[in-house]
């Protein structure tokens, strides 16, 4: 790995699930140990922190060294606090250029701080690791991402940034205009300089994060089907942006026949990866016995890794395939039950997708004159990949009562662009019929660049909007979310709420300044989808609709996850009453409690089979 000796910044990111904490930890405790005279931070920016679990130590937004390594400091991003230190340093200038660019008082603005931001987490995380680049408080920085959809959603971000940074020149601008017009000169303020600075440190931390002498994208795979589609998904879109990548590691692969199916597959999809890698470094990480937690065992893990071989290892003869038997309990039937909403969910990887494809064919089947949708909501979709069919954002007909769909963001941004962002921009601006010939020039044509982007955050509540509307047109019987990994899972149930708040800020604002704005019909339609986003929440909380079910493995970091998650639905009020073991083996002890929820135990399914025999034996074994 002296490959990467180079960098100042490795950040890495792949499908949920697939070892990228352990791999990042492991990284970044080789740096430490091999660079004793240099800092090393080691961060987080994915919402729902696992540095704690898999380093056994305390992690907070607060960098702290590991004792074993005290030149490896540890922190894990609040994006909270780091908007309120943004807000501290720049809070008052933005209010004034806004004020500048709209029809709004600063006074009117000062709310908007403690609103639920829609994509927070990726927002402040950028931000903060361009800091950390441009400040250069540290030598070198280790970064463990979000799964790849939300990662590709944070990089996105740096063209938002852009296109916001412009539109706020173009609000001092019209200032400029004004004054120059009224007062005969200009005199730059602080508006100014802040633009001026902000335009800078955007600007260097673009050309650090696409440096690839300085920075690297590091992926994180592991040698099965979805992960190998989703991985060359991650990587055209990181060509896309001009992200480098600096190489890929392959993690959990099985140095012998120990395991003859999944041996079996992992072979020739190395192949693949190394295709894939297209001349980038690529690295094996065995399978441990145990999973590896704390600096020894991590510190042990990095002497393991290594370049995969040159000569193809050769089949093996394979046992006829075993199928499971089913382990009670199972899951109860759901439609009989009156249930409209099951949401899927837990830490990437363990196992969602084929639980929620597997519960939408055995409802199916139980019920052929009913029907079932399930809908991935996942900006990393594989809901089509594990039924291997190439699935879109039109409803797919699967069997006859049973469709899938990937949520298509695109699409429905630019439905409510249409429905409401474009008319919320020209009303922000202060455009009417009589706007002054100033106004027409800037303020616009600026809010209009920031509605034609894509928004941060924007996944979560597409989603919503997707979920609000298939309730309502009551063409399905069942709908079945493949949600996102934990912390965006949460984000999503956070934007009912969210919504409603930035809605009601909205109304205060129109009628305050109503005889001014017009647009009564325009806050009308905003009444209604208040409204709507007030039932759908209703929904959700209804236990007798709407069941939120998680999917955890028998591994201590990801047991640890499960139990925060099932806290915090708890607290959020979402019913609960299953929970799926995924790959439970009979030998295995199981260390973890979920008071008052059913455990209800899926067997390892072979491998060497189709992707919809899978999908039929899992629905065989949870019902």
């Known amino acids: 790995m002296e490959l990467f000796d180079n960098l100042h910044l490795a950040m890495f990111s792949g499908k949920g699930g697939v070892g990228k904490t352990t791999i990042s930890c492991t990284f970044a405790c080789r740096w430490a140990q091999k660079f004793a005279n240099e800092q090393i931070l080691l961060i987080s920016t994915d919402p729902a922190h696992s540095l704690g679990d898999v380093l056994q130590v305390s992690v907070d937004d607060i960098p702290r060294p590991i004792a074993e390594l005290p030149n490896l400091l540890v922190r894990a991003l ?11 340093r720049y809070g008052q200038v933005l209010e004034l250029l806004v004020e500048r660019g709209s ?83 200009y005199t730059p303020d602080r508006a100014d300089d802040f633009l001026q600075t902000l335009k800078a440190e955007l600007s260097q931390g673009r050309r650090l994060l696409q440096d690839p002498t300085h920075t690297a994208c590091l992926l994180v795979a592991i ?96 046992l006829p395939v075993q199928w499971p038997e089913t382990i009670p309990p199972s899951f109860g039937d759901f439609l009989t ?25 055995a409802m199916a089947q139980q019920h052929p004159d009913r029907k079932i949708r399930m809908v991935s909501i996942d900006p990393a979709h594989s809901l089509g990949d594990a039924f291997g069919l190439s699935l879109g954002h039109e409803p ?9 769909q990937e949520v298509d963001g695109d699409r429905i941004l630019d439905q409510f662009r249409a429905d409401y962002l474009w008319e919320l921009a020209q009303m922000m601006s202060g455009e009417t019929q009589t706007s002054e010939t100033i106004e027409m020039a800037y303020a616009p044509v600026a ?22 509307e298939l309730l309502e047109q009551q063409e399905e019987d069942l709908i079945i979310l493949d949600t996102a990994p934990t912390g ?93 073991l995924n790959r439970f083996t009979s030998t295995a002890t199981i260390n973890c409690d979920f008071p008052g929820l059913t455990m209800v135990r899926l067997p390892m399914l072979p491998r060497s089979v189709q992707p919809l025999e899978r999908i039929q034996a899992a629905a065989g074994c949870l019902f």
Not at 78 to 88: G, M, S, T, V
Not at 396 to 404: E, H, K, M, P, V
Not at 545 to 572: C, D, H, Y
């Open 78 to 88: 609040d994006a909270k606090r780091l908007l309120q230190d943004f807000k501290e």
């Open 103 to 185: 029809f709004v008082e600063g006074e009117d603005l000062s709310p908007v701080w403690d609103l639920n931001w829609p994509g927070l987490d990726e927002l402040m995380g950028l931000l903060e690791i361009q800091r950390l680049l441009n400040e250069q408080q540290v030598d070198r920085v280790v970064v463990d991402m979000a799964p790849s959809g939300h990662t590709l959603n944070l990089f996105g971000l740096m063209d938002f940034l852009d296109t916001f940074l412009h539109s706020l020149e173009l609000f001092q601008e019209k200032h400029r205009i004004i004054s120059k017009t009224f007062a005969g000169s």
């Open 223 to 318: 040698a099965e089907p979805m992960s190998w589609l989703e991985s060359k998904r991650f990587l055209e879109a990181l060509q896309t942006m001009q992200i480098p990548c600096g190489g890929l590691f392959v993690n959990q692969v099985l140095a012998s026949a120990t395991d003859p199916d999944r041996y079996q597959e992992q072979q020739p999809l190395i192949g693949q990866y190394t295709a894939l890698a297209n001349e980038k470094p690529m690295f094996i990480v065995p399978q441990q016995d145990e999973e590896p937690l704390g600096i020894l065992a991590l510190s042990h893990l990095i002497d393991q890794i290594h370049v995969p071989q040159l000569e193809p290892l050769s089949f093996i003869d394979l």
């Open 337 to 361: 039950k009156g249930r409209r909403l099951l949401l899927i969910g837990g830490k990437g990887g363990v196992g969602k997708t084929t639980v929620a494809a597997a519960i939408g064919w």
């Open 396 to 404: 797919y007909q699967i069997t006859a009562n049973l469709r899938g």
């Open 447 to 468: 809010w209009r660049k920031i509605v034609d982007q894509a928004l941060p955050g924007i996944d979560e509540m597409l989603s919503l909007l997707t979920v609000m």
């Open 488 to 580: 965006h899972l949460l984000r999503f149930l956070e934007m009912p709420t969210a919504l409603a708040d930035w809605l009601a800020w909205i109304f205060k604002l129109w009628i305050k300044y109503q005889n001014v704005l017009g647009r009564t019909e325009f806050m009308g339609r905003l009444r209604t989808l208040r409204q709507r986003v007030v039932k759908a929440q209703k929904v959700l909380k209804d236990p007798q609709q709407t069941e939120f079910i998680g999917v955890t493995l028998n591994q201590a970091s990801v047991l640890a996850e499960q139990q925060r998650l099932f806290k915090s639905m708890q607290e959020i009020g979402v019913s609960q009453n299953y929970v799926v």
